[in-house]
């Protein structure tokens, strides 16, 4: 089980790795492009030299990114799903040439019509971005807090879009502050239990390949994506140990996306809190 955290990579795509070691990480996620444009960014050969150079020589993996978040499968309008797909595309190709995992990637929202009626453009999204790149590179499903008529919050409809997609290649990163809101209490044991086994039964804990570890600003089912440090949101460090005990995370990358102590993103701080964390409930790195 890697601690690690979301990085930046402003300045060149090996500058992720130095401010991954300053924080202690183990593993990262990077955005491969600006997160708010549909821009795609052309990164040098020796970028991406220097980047594989120094991800071996530091042992920090694995590596993911995160897709841009514009992403929308199920939008009515053509073009952005045009879009949507071309920058997977991209996203993925560049996994390939950097060694990561894979992207994950939020998959919108169906603005009220309905999961089931932009289910089948969402899968065939999916297929066409999955035909089109190279097959060591996984797609991967974040799940949704619950708000706005995202897809993809309760297990079932991420379930029903891997079945109908029907790649190994589709994966799935749960993150827990989006699990919680969307109304999973993971933070005590019973009830994980219960979300695991419904987990495995929708979507099979082989295809859980990464954690966003992140507190929630707010409380059980409320439905919003607000994360916080770890230990000063709603779930509590003790919610976290009840997590990181799960024989479901035994081998599963955990990975910060809070804001930080200063609101500069994932730090230190927040890294050896997890780290101490999975050291009380016995988990090896």
Known sequence: MKIGAHVSTAGGLSKAVDRALAIGAETIQIFGSPPQSWRTTAHAPGEVGAFLEKTRASDI?????????????GTEIAENLEKAVGSLTQALN???EIGAQGVIFHQGSHKGRGYDQVLAQAVSACQRV????????????ENAAGMG?????????LGRMMRAVGS??????????HTFAAGYDVTRRATLDAAMEEFDREIGLSNLVAVHANDSKTPLASGVDRHE???????KEEGFATIMAHPAFRHVPFLLEV???AGQGPDRENVERLKAVRQRVGVSP
């Not at 999955?130 to 499903?141: G, M, V």
């Not at 190994?168 to 827990?176: A, F, S, Y």
């Open 168 to 177: 190994p290649r589709l994966k799935v990163c749960l993150d827990t502050q």
């Open 130 to 141: 999955l035909e089109d790149t190279p097959e060591q590179a996984w797609l991967i499903l």
């Open 94 to 96: 560049l996994c390939a």
């Open 149 to 157: 008529n995202h897809i993809g919050s309760r297990f079932e409809e």
């Open 61 to 73: 993996g694995p590596v993911f990114l995160h897709g841009v978040y514009l992403i929308n499968l």
């Open 259 to 261: 804001p930080g102590l």
């Open 229 to 235: 440090n770890i230990g000063f949101g709603a779930m």
